[in-house]
């Protein structure tokens, strides 16, 4: 199954997902691994409030979208789940 398979499938159990911290993953299909790393440490300073783990301009814009808290728990984990899934898998050549 290609990534963006993986993404669709996802997105159909969690479709409020593509607007959320993974949404440039999940939505957009930035699938490089600094893309999937990025929005993963977006979503556990989401999840968590601790800011170290991304920037100051990430910490700027988190506060303007007030930590996604339109998002659940519950989505947000399964998010995190999926995106540290998706940087185990390998990438398609070509």
Known sequence: MRLEELCDAFLEDWPNAAFGP???VL????????????????TVA????DTQLISGEDVEMLGEL???????????VATRIFLTGLLKLPREEG
């Open 46 to 49: 989401s999840l968590t409030g």
């Open 22 to 24: 993974g949404h440039i």
């Open 66 to 76: 007030r930590f996604y808290e339109d998002h659940s728990r519950a989505e947000l």
């Open 27 to 42: 939505d957009d299909y930035n699938l490089d691994y600094t893309s999937i790393e990025w929005c993963r440490r977006l």
